[in-house]
């Protein structure tokens, strides 16, 4: 069995924004970014939308629905360009997401 969850189907364009929208807030990686996300869904701070709306575009905060949001992050993550900047050693964009089952039953326990 492949230990990554996959994000069935198409990600609708405001989800993925509504990943970078936290992820430019808050340049962590998940589990931390999970945290950054439903502050910024309990606060309405991405165009209004809350827990409902986004559950609308496919963004579940529910423990059954943690594997597939941490799979959603990787996938959007993963498309972002990779910006190269000059006299930068690192770049803040292109830093992957990846989860595992095991990993994301151990951060949410």
């Known amino acids: 069995m492949d230990p990554c969850i996959r994000v069935p189907g198409t990600l609708a364009r405001e989800a993925s924004e509504f990943v970078r929208f936290c992820r430019d807030r808050r340049r962590v990686g998940w589990p931390e970014l999970y945290d950054e996300m ?6 309405r701070l991405f165009r209004g939308y809350g827990f409902a709306e986004l559950g609308e575009l496919g963004i579940g905060f529910s423990l059954f629905e943690t594997m597939r949001l941490a799979a959603i992050v990787a996938a959007v993550i993963a498309d972002e360009p990779q910006v190269a900047r000059r006299g930068a050693s690192t770049s803040r964009r292109g830093v992957a997401v ?4 095991d990993e994301v ?5």
């Open 105 to 109: 039953a151990r951060a949410t326990v």
């Open 98 to 101: 990846v989860a595992t089952l």
């Open 38 to 43: 439903w502050a910024v869904a309990s606060r």
